[in-house]
C-alpha cells in the first residue's frame, strides 16, 4: 500500500505521477520542495513503488543532528571510535542494504560527510568510523532538501560532482500555497486521523473555518496544516463541529497579541538574520546561538522556518 499523499490538484497529481514512473527504476531521486511539502511521504512512496519495498526503508534528516554523530549514524562506528563509542554500531548504511536510504535536508551534509558519502556512491563500500576494513551496502538513494542545491554548490556549501550523483531524476513537490484544492480534503483528513489517534469523536469543518484555511498562505505548507487541525480538535472538543472560533488567531487574521506573540515575531526574525549571516549553515549559526545543531532545528521547525 502506498504512502497516503492527499493530490486532487493537478500540480500535485503531475508530480505524483513523476514518482510513481520512477519508482521502479534504479536510479537515485533527489525529492525538492519547501519545508513541509510532504518530501519523506514522496521517499516512501518511491520505496514502497520499488522492487525493494520488502526490503528496509531507513531515513535521517541531516539538519537535526551534530556532525559528529551524523557520520556515525550513516556509517557506523566501531568499539572505541570516538569519546562515548562503548560499542560497536551498525549504520544507516548497513540497515539500508537491499532496500532504501533517505537522506533528508540532505544540503545540510557537512564537507566530510558529503565526501565519504560520494566515495559510497562510486566505490558501492564505505568504512565505519575507527574501521579500517571496508563494508558494502546495496540500497537506493533518495534525497531531499528545501534548499536550492545549484546555489548551495556556487556558494561552495555543497560538491558539485555529489549533486551529480544525488540528482539522476528530480521530483518537486508544489507548496500548499499553489495547490489550493488539496487543502480542504487535507484538512479533512488530518482531523480524521488526528480524531482516531486521541480518541476524540470526529469533526467536520463549518463553513467559516473552511473560508479561513482557503485564504490562508500556509508557510509551513501540510505539516503546518496538520498541527493546525490537532490544535483545533483540541479545541473544540466540546463543540459539534470545528469553526473559525477554533483555529489560531494567524487563520482568524488577527495580529498576535501580548508578549507571546511579540516574543515569538523577534525570534523569527532574529533566526532568519542569524542563518543569512552564516550563509544558510546551521551549524555555524547554532554555535554562534550558542546552541546545538538539534536545538536550532528544533526551534527553525517550531517558526516553521
Known sequence: ?????????????????????????????????????????????????????????????????????????????????????????????????????????????????????LRTLQEKEYRRLGDSSLHRSNFRLVSASHKDLDAEVVAGRFRHDLLFRLRVVQVTLPPLRERPTDILPLARHALREQARILGLPARELAPDAEKALLTHSWPGNVRELENEMVQ????ARVADVVGASHLSAQLRGRVPEGLRGASRDFERRFLSTTLERNGGNRSRAARSLGLSRQGLYRKLKRLGL
Not at 69 to 87: I, Y
Not at 232 to 235: K, N
Open 232 to 235: 483545533a480538535l483540541v479545541r
Open 1 to 117: 500500500m502506498q504512502s497516503r499523499i492527499i493530490a486532487i490538484s493537478r500540480e500535485m497529481r503531475g508530480a505524483l505521477e513523476q514518482l510513481d514512473s520512477v519508482a521502479p527504476l534504479e536510479v537515485s531521486v533527489f525529492v525538492s520542495g519547501e519545508s513541509g511539502t510532504g518530501k519523506e511521504l514522496a521517499a516512501r512512496r518511491l520505496h514502497e513503488g520499488s522492487r525493494r519495498a520488502r526490503r528496509a526503508f531507513a531515513a535521517i534528516n541531516c539538519a537535526a543532528l551534530p556532525d559528529s554523530l551524523l557520520e556515525s549514524e550513516l556509517f557506523g562506528h566501531t568499539r572505541g571510535a570516538f569519546t562515548g563509542a562503548q560499542h560497536a554500531r551498525e549504520g544507516l548504511l548497513q540497515m539500508a542494504d537491499g532496500g532504501t536510504l533517505f537522506l533528508d535536508e540532505v544540503a545540510d551534509l557537512p564537507p566530510r560527510a558529503q565526501t565519504a558519502l
